[in-house]
């Protein structure tokens, strides 16, 4: 069964520093691997995904992630952040190889940006 | 495109009453939606798999008569809380797969039920 582990459970960082959140999965099927972001008081958003393809993917506001195989990782990556970065962020890929299986989240990320 | 929303937004109620939660799917049809719960500073559970015409999938450890999913049509799912109870309080969230989208879920804005 697949399980998804973000370790980092709380980042504090200060504006312009760089940033890596961690994300692992353990399913070795098909291999479809999303990054979401929650802002504060507002609804999950989709920053990027992967489903195939070049393992480094580009998503919005910045923000890229690398699909490393070998690794089971899928860290998100950011050369500068800004304050507006403050959100909780989910990694999260499906149970299994089917379009119809269920997603499963990691535990999620805070992340705090000092101004 | 991949607008969901959900109905109420915020919802508070006397312990005992059942509350109902709409989900919809504003521009695309969704044969199947789910149905999350989060807790502060936590990750999303799954709590239900919703699909359209057929009985929901409950994951296990949610109680089935207690939250009763409805997916009457292809945009629209209902969550019902019945008999509501303090414990039951939290931020409910939907979310709908669109067609050859593959995996790719987008979510409701959620709903704070709090039950006093």
């Known amino acids: 069964a697949q399980s998804v582990s973000q370790h980092n459970h709380h980042v504090i960082l200060s504006e312009a520093a760089s940033l890596e959140l961690g994300c692992n999965y353990s399913?070795?099927?098909?291999?479809?691997l999303f990054w979401y972001v929650q802002y504060p008081g507002q609804h999950l958003q989709l920053l990027l995904k992967?489903?195939?393809?070049?393992?480094l993917v580009k998503g919005i506001k910045g923000f890229e992630a690398e699909f490393i195989k070998s690794k089971f990782s899928f860290n998100l990556r950011k050369p500068s952040v800004q304050w507006s970065d403050t959100a909780e962020y989910f990694c999260a890929a499906p149970e299994g190889d089917s379009s119809a299986s269920k997603i499963i989240f990691g535990s999620g990320t805070r992340l705090s940006i000092r101004p | 495109g991949a607008v969901v929303s959900q109905h109420p937004s915020w919802v508070i109620c006397k312990s005992g009453t059942s509350v109902k939660i709409e989900c919809r799917s504003l521009d695309f049809q969704a044969t199947t939606m789910f149905w999350y719960r989060q807790f502060p500073k936590q990750s999303l559970m799954l709590m239900a798999t919703s699909n359209e015409g057929s009985k929901a999938t409950y994951e296990q450890g949610v109680e089935k008569d207690k939250f009763l999913i409805n997916h009457a049509s292809l945009t629209l799912s209902t969550l019902t809380v019945t008999s509501a109870h303090p414990e039951d309080s939290s931020f409910y969230i939907c979310s709908a797969r669109p067609p050859a989208r593959g995996n790719e879920q987008f979510f409701g804005p959620g709903t704070r039920l709090t039950v006093l």
């Open positions: 992967y489903f195939s393809g070049d393992p």
């Open positions: 399913y070795g099927g098909t291999v479809n």
